[in-house]
Nanobody
Framework: QVQVVESGGGLVQPGGSLRLSCAAS????????MAWYRQAPGKQRELVAE???????NYGDSVRGRFIISRDYAKRTVYLQMNSLKPEDTAVYLC?????????????WGQGTQVTVSS
């Protein structure tokens, strides 16, 4: 069973930075897409950033220019560098990995890591 595990969340002041990590239990070469989503209380889950197998990246409007998604194949890890954090970035951040095989789509979610932006 494929697992993805997030880490790196915490409490940070407005304007600060955090780096989240998502470690996969198998080579990330196997995934078509890896992404970060977030969910705040009372709100819908939203896409934060995604990176495709070819290297193309996509960001949600609210984080574009502040967050950067990257990956390290050797460490089987995807990162989310979050800069200029705002209170509205407070949420549980979840890692998502998707791949295709045998004519089927597979999606894997982590348990999430809490990010709180507050003074």
């Amino acid at each position: 069973q494929v697992q993805v595990v997030e880490s790196g969340g915490g409490l940070v002041q407005p304007g600060g930075s955090l780096r989240l990590s998502c470690a996969a239990s198998e080579s990330i070469f196997s995934f078509n897409t890896m992404a970060w989503y977030r969910q705040a209380p009372g709100k819908q889950r939203e896409l934060v950033a995604e990176i495709f197998s070819g290297g193309f990246t996509n960001y949600g409007d609210s984080v574009r220019g502040r967050f950067i998604i990257s990956r390290d194949y050797a460490k089987r890890t995807v990162y989310l560098q979050m800069n200029s954090l705002k209170p509205e970035d407070t949420a549980v951040y979840l890692c998502n990995a998707r791949k295709q095989g045998r004519g089927m789509d597979y999606t894997y979610w982590g348990q999430g890591t809490q990010v709180t932006v507050s003074s």
